[in-house]
Structures are given as structure tokens and as C-alpha cells.
């Protein structure tokens, strides 16, 4: 027989429901019962009926074409509902370690100091994972995620059977993050997997893995990871605590969280590193970082970062130092002429011609005898459709998206020079420059390098150099005010830290990295034994002998 309490408050909710669409109630009355309602109902205890449990979760779901209801008798003669969604849990195996077990059982008349449910868990259910859960609520959150649902007639409490169908996309190589020399495995859209390629590259009982929910109506899993004995504290509470802060109605990638959880969401540098390899993610945790990551999203958060860290890619650790030295220099290097060549050509052609000798100097003005536009509105021009042709290249199917971008790029290129629009000089300078944005390992720090060129530009265009030395300067001083988490945007470089520099323009060899940054407050700064130079046997080179 159904209990009263649990009617009445089932007829509130399906009044509520029946009442959106009564337009003469205010839109923001009706959303206001229906919310109140919906928290009403999730508050019940589970009702002593199985048929009544069945109801409820059948009228929250009111039209789910995915919702199974299966009735059965458990024992001779206690009626049971084990209740799943389609497509999230494995049939077969509820068959097998929920339905068969307890249709061949015998119950006993007391069931123990556990309840008739902690009895049916612990000696009736094969099933490997069973949580039990008091409320509607509980109960309705497992089965939205991975579990079927339980109910028996007279048990107190719901049993959650989690067998979660095993779906998803295999692990692969991160095509926004490959490597000639390194680990070619990738984060997934499984927040498991990706908990346990961390786990296979940091096998310490240190490792602090802590979960929350975020999103209102997607309850998404978002996970906070950090080494206890490393990470500093305060950073750890940082995280945690704006992370709490967030309400949303759904989560759907952490690049929601980032904007959510930065220091500065108006400057266009990014002050947390995403990522989708797990190599990256567990070398930052080694140095004292913090990493968070969403269940549906294969990019990890590293935070906090520095400016250096965007422009270091993961081979500068895996190849022998003085090859990683070399492309790190020549990686900044072109790092200014992505943002600065454009600028550069259009100040010292426009206002500085004495600048340049005297052969080129004729040179590129034959070449501009005839165009129509200045320097500025040529390389403007001819930036616009180097984007474009980029973002082409990329929305278009990967079969004919580079061969549409090259092509396109030497067609317009070659079109507009012949047609007396554009200099064939600053085709090559535009040429040059977008060759340079592809040298920034990370793709938020490239675009945003790409932003401010159109910037200095303009200022290029219209002050020279003057406008070009004053743009520059209000960029440092932006960077030199950023925080990321509290830890200064350009340390160790500003402010100064000396020992911190073995890995910000050069990468040093391995056996100088003995200590963790010391911007980031670790617990535990020395992460590696001193005297590992190596050396020859018996030699006097001060390293390791046989």
C-alpha cells in the first residue's frame, strides 16, 4: 500500500510539472514550484513499497525512452523493481548478479542488525560495487551515472548496483600535442582512465585525488589532484576553494572552469596551462603544481603556471639538453617575430627607411611602386586572410583542410602580388610570421600572440618605433602584474630567482634539476639526489664512478 507522505508529495511534483505550461503564472513563479517540488521529493526516505519507489523514479523520468523498469519477485514472495537507463549500464550483468541471485534465494524472517538491504548486499548480490542510499535523491543520482537501482519490498534503504557499460574512446596520441620522442598515450573523455594513466605514472600513496560535483543540472565529476608531501597548502586551498564557488548549471569542459577559476578573466594571457597528456600533468605535479580535471573533457588544468611554462614543450625534456637548449632559443626567437615582424616591417619601411641599406631600400620601394594601400592596410589585408585561411583549415574535414590552407595561401598570395594589391616583400614577411606562430607549443599562447600582432601593427602604423617601444612596454608591465594563483606571472625572471632559471630560457642538464621552483612554496624542495653528473669510470670529472 503507498504511503501518504510520499503520495502527497509526488501529486505536488506532477502538479508542478503540469503547471509549466500555464502561461498566466509568471515563468519565474513556475520554475520556483517546480524547483521546490523537485527538492521535496528528492528529500524523501525511500518508501517501505517497491512499487512506490518504482513510481516516483518513473514520474521524474516521466518519458525517458531509455528508463527500463524491471519487476520481479525476490525470494517466493517480497516484491522487487530494479530500475536502469539503457546504454549506461551492462544488462547482462545485472541479469546475472542482481535478478538471478535474488530470484533463487530465501530470505530469512530476521535479516540481521544490517536491514533487509545490508543483508541482500552482503550475501545475496555478486555484483562487485553496491552503495547503499536512504534517500530519493542518492538513489536517482546513481542511476543518472552508472548504477541500477534496487528496491525491495520492506528494505529501508535502496541498494545502487554500479556496472557501468564499458564505452568510450581508447587512448591515443593528443593530434594537438604530438612528439617525436615521448610518450604517445593521451587523456579520454573517462575521468577513470585518466585517473589511472596518472596513477601508472605516480605510484605513491602521497597522491590526493579529491572529487566534487559542479553543474546543477549535469552533476559533472571534477576532480582536484596534487602530491600531499609537495604541493604547497595554501595552493591546494586555493583550488579547492574556487573551485567550490563555482554554480553552473552545466559543466561541459574545463575550459568552462578556466574562465571561472583565473586570476585575471580580462587579459588575453593565459594563466592556466590545459593539456592532454598525462606525461605533462604528472611532471607538473612532481615540481608542487595542482591539476584538475572533468569527467566528459580530456583536458587537464595545471595551475599555477608561468609565462615560461606556454612556450616549453614536452620533447625539451625528453631529448639530451643541449638539443632542447637549441630549440627552446630558436622557439623564442620566433616567438618575437610572430608577434613583432609585421610591426617591425611596417615602422621601419613607413617611418624609419634610413634604417635599412641602401640596395634593399630600392628594392622594396620598386616593389611597392604602384600599390594602392600603405604599408599598415597591406599587412592588415594580407593578416585577415592568413587567418582565415587558418581557421579554414582547421572547421574544414582533415583530408582537404591542409591542402585548402596551403593552396589557398600561395593562390591569394601569388594573385594579389601580380595584381598590384600587396608587396611581394611583405608576402614573405606575413609568410614568415605565420611560419613563427606555429613554433608556440601551446595553442592559447599562440593565439594569443597572433592577437596582439594585429595590435602592434596598428601602433607600428601609426607611431613607428615610438608606437612599437610603447606598446612593448605596456605589455611587460601587464605581464609583470599577472598572477597565476598568486605565483607572479614572470618568475623566476621577475622577480629574479637564480636558482629557478636552469629551465626558463635554457634547459639545463638533468642533473642540475636537484630542486623544485621555488615561486611555487613547495613542502619539499629537492625532488633528486646530488653528484648524478655522470662521468667516465675512475675519472676525475667529479661524476658518478663505477
Known amino acids: 500500500m503507498a504511503d501518504g507522505t510520499h503520495t502527497k508529495v509526488l501529486e505536488r511534483y506532477r502538479s508542478a510539472v503540469a503547471a509549466l505550461g500555464d502561461e498566466a503564472v509568471p515563468a519565474t513563479r513556475r520554475s520556483s514550484d517546480l524547483e521546490q517540488a523537485t527538492t521535496a521529493l528528492g528529500d524523501l526516505a525511500v518508501a517501505a513499497s517497491a512499487e512506490t519507489n518504482a513510481q516516483i523514479f518513473a514520474t521524474l523520468l516521466e518519458g525517458a ?24 549500464v551492462t544488462a547482462d550483468d545485472l541479469a546475472q548478479t542482481v535478478v538471478k541471485p535474488l530470484t533463487g534465494c530465501r530470505i530469512p524472517a530476521d535479516p540481521g542488525p544490517g536491514g533487509l538491504d545490508g543483508w541482500i548486499s552482503q550475501t545475496v548480490l ?39 557499460k564499458a564505452e568510450g574512446r581508447s587512448i591515443e596520441e593528443p593530434k594537438a600535442e ?6 604517445r598515450d593521451g587523456f579520454t573523455e573517462t575521468i577513470g582512465t585518466n585517473i589511472s594513466l596518472l596513477r601508472h605514472r605516480l605510484r605513491t600513496p602521497h597522491l590526493r585525488i579529491e572529487s566534487l ?14 602530491l600531499q608531501d609537495v604541493a604547497a597548502p595554501a595552493v591546494v586551498r586555493e583550488v579547492r576553494s574556487r573551485l567550490a564557488a563555482v554554480e553552473i548549471d552545466s559543466l561541459e569542459d574545463t575550459g ?49 603556471v ?33 608577434l613583432l615582424g609585421p610591426a617591425l616591417w611596417i615602422a621601419v619601411t613607413s617611418y624609419h627607411q634610413e634604417m635599412l641599406p641602401t640596395a634593399l631600400l630600392l628594392t622594396v620601394a620598386a616593389t611597392r611602386e604602384g600599390i594602392p594601400f600603405p604599408a599598415v592596410v597591406e599587412a592588415l589585408l594580407m593578416e585577415i586572410f592568413f587567418e582565415a585561411l587558418r581557421e579554414a583549415g582547421v572547421r574544414l574535414p582533415r583530408a582537404v583542410g591542409q591542402a585548402v590552407s596551403i ?29 613563427a606562430s606555429f613554433t608556440v607549443p601551446r595553442f592559447n599562447m599562440g593565439i594569443t600572440l597572433r592577437l596582439l600582432r594585429f595590435i602592434m601593427m596598428l601602433l607600428a602604423g601609426t607611431l613607428g618605433l615610438f608606437g612599437l617601444m610603447l606598446g612593448m612596454m605596456a605589455l611587460l608591465y601587464h605581464l609583470a602584474a599577472l598572477r597565476s594563483f598568486g605565483v607572479p ?9 637564480l636558482g629557478d632559471l636552469t629551465d626558463v630560457l635554457v634547459r639545463a642538464p638533468r642533473w642540475l634539476h636537484d630542486k623544485r621552483p621555488d615561486s611555487l612554496r613547495v613542502l619539499r624542495r629537492r625532488r633528486q639526489a646530488g653528484g648524478l653528473r655522470p662521468g667516465p669510470p675512475g675519472g676525475s670529472s667529479g661524476g658518478r664512478g663505477p
Open 306 to 338: 608561468s609565462f615560461w611554462s606556454f612556450l616549453q614543450a614536452s620533447e625539451d625534456y625528453y631529448e639530451r639538453y643541449p638539443i632542447a637548449t637549441f630549440l627552446r632559443a630558436l622557439r623564442f626567437f620566433f616567438v618575437f617575430v610572430a
Open 126 to 164: 555478486s555484483a562487485w560495487h553496491v552503495t547503499p542510499g536512504k534517500t530519493v535523491r542518492e538513489l536517482l543520482r546513481a542511476l543518472l551515472e552508472d548504477a541500477a537501482v534496487l528496491m525491495v519490498d520492506g528494505a529501508v534503504r535502496g541498494l545502487a548496483v554500479h556496472a557501468p
Open 213 to 226: 560535483r559542479i553543474g546543477r543540472s549535469s552533476h559533472t565529476t571534477v576532480i582536484i589532484v596534487h
Open 178 to 183: 604530438p612528439v617525436i620522442r615521448g610518450p
Open 407 to 435: 593552396v589557398g595561401a600561395l593562390v591569394i598570395g601569388q594573385a594579389a602580388v601580380q595584381a598590384g594589391i600587396v608587396s611581394a616583400p611583405k608576402v614573405i614577411v606575413v609568410a614568415a610570421t605565420g611560419i
Open 489 to 497: 606571472y614572470l618568475q623566476p625572471v621577475a622577480p629574479f630567482t
Open 65 to 88: 525512452p531509455d528508463l527500463v523498469v524491471r519487476r520481479f519477485q525476490a525470494g517466493t514472495d517480497r516484491p522487487a523493481v530494479l530500475l536502469y537507463l539503457d546504454g549506461l
Open 256 to 304: 568552462y572552469l578556466e574562465e571561472l577559476i583565473e586570476d585575471n578573466p580580462y587579459s588575453l594571457f593565459p594563466t592556466i596551462q590545459n593539456t592532454e597528456r598525462p606525461d605533462t600533468v604528472a611532471a607538473a605535479l612532481s615540481e608542487g603544481r595542482v591539476a584538475v580535471l572533468a569527467d566528459n573533457s580530456p583536458f587537464a588544468l595545471i595551475m599555477p
